[in-house]
């Protein structure tokens, strides 16, 4: 899967959980500024877990806080994505 096929998808993941339409979201968008906090980025992030069967690293404040843009969810995945096909 293409980096921005990855992004594309999780793109539209995100437009669910946003107030925004995903046609104006970006890879520099901020979680907060459209409206995803705590609960919707966890719910977010366990539908990225179960779509693409990974698990994405949270058990700590320091790997919440990574996740602050659209391009950093993507990055994770990605990251779980290919330890996964090692």
């Known amino acids: 899967m293409t ?3 990855l992004k594309t998808e ?3 993941h995100i437009a669910e959980y946003s107030d925004a339409n995903a046609d104006d979201i970006t890879g520099s ?3 907060d500024d459209l409206g995803i906090h705590s609960l919707e980025l966890a719910e977010l992030v366990m539908e990225l877990e179960e779509k693409y069967d990974i698990e994405i690293e949270t058990d700590s404040v320091e790997s919440w806080n ?3 843009t659209v391009d950093d969810i993507v990055a994770a995945v990605r990251a779980m994505l290919t330890a996964k096909a090692m």
């Open 3 to 5: 980096t921005d096929t």
């Open 66 to 68: 990574s996740l602050k």
């Open 10 to 12: 999780i793109i539209r």
């Open 29 to 31: 968008s901020m979680v």
